[in-house]
């Protein structure tokens, strides 16, 4: 059974530009996390949908960044334009209601 | 709002020595989550546990929830490279199924 899949694995790029993660949740999870990670800060939650509607997003940094859920196998977390500050691993992760969440690898995002 | 605090933050432990770690609620929680990060992965569920005075075990590790459901512990003993990551406690808002993941534990092993 596939896992939470993000993509890309790895993105290097400069500020300004935008910046676009994509996460595929496991089928049959009504749940949606974004999470961001860092030494600083640790593990903050972004942005959680629930059966695709977002449900808090108080984590969001600021404008510049966005998340939709158009489907319920597929969300995506936009930054534009990114910073040097936002470099960090970002992760998704899904669950069902108030079952473990399951991760995916990561985006590990470095701003330049 | 709910905040999940974890200490220590960083635990270096001789091999085969017992630690433990610590995480405690502000407010009462429906469940306690406990995920382990191996270093450059992500978190990945142990155990969940729900009722007031809970003990799960498995095999060297011992979890526990606290009677009044505001704190949990994480207990390993004869510690072995293979525990080496870090331990994330989470908390569960009952009202939202939003979980509070705290700073984590990252566990180093001296052979």
């Known amino acids: 059974d596939a896992g939470v899949i993000q993509s890309p694995r790895h993105e290097v790029t400069e500020m300004g530009q935008e910046v676009t993660l994509r996460c595929k949740p496991i089928?049959?999870?009504?749940?949606l996390f974004w999470y961001r990670q860092t030494m600083m800060r640790g593990l903050e939650l972004l942005i959680y949908?629930?059966?695709?509607?977002?449900?808090?997003d108080s984590g969001m940094p600021e404008d510049r960044f966005s998340a939709k859920m158009p489907n319920a196998s597929f969300s995506t977390l936009k930054i534009q334009p990114s910073e040097p500050r936002d470099s960090a691993v970002y992760f998704c992760?899904?669950?069902?209601?108030?079952?473990?969440?399951?991760f995916g690898d990561g985006t590990r995002l470095s701003i330049l | 709002g709910q905040q999940v605090m974890q200490i220590p933050q960083y635990q270096h432990v001789q091999e085969g020595e017992d630690f433990t770690t610590y995480c405690n609620s502000s407010?009462?929680?429906?469940?306690i989550q406990w995920y382990k990060q191996r270093p450059g992965g992500h978190p990945v569920f142990l155990i969940q546990?729900?009722?007031?005075?809970e003990v799960k075990k498995q095999k060297r590790l011992t979890f526990q929830f606290g009677e009044a459901k505001k704190n949990s512990s994480l207990h390993i003993t004869a510690t072995q490279t293979t525990d080496v990551g870090t331990y994330f406690c989470?908390?569960?808002?009952?009202?939202?199924?939003?979980?509070?993941f705290g700073a984590g534990t990252t566990v180093t092993v001296r052979a």
């Open positions: 992760a899904s669950n069902y209601d108030d079952q473990p969440q399951h």
């Open positions: 089928s049959g999870h009504n749940s």
């Open positions: 949908f629930n059966n695709n509607v977002p449900i808090d």
């Open positions: 407010t009462t929680l429906s469940n």
């Open positions: 546990l729900v009722k007031s005075g």
């Open positions: 989470a908390g569960l808002n009952s009202n939202d199924y939003k979980l509070s």
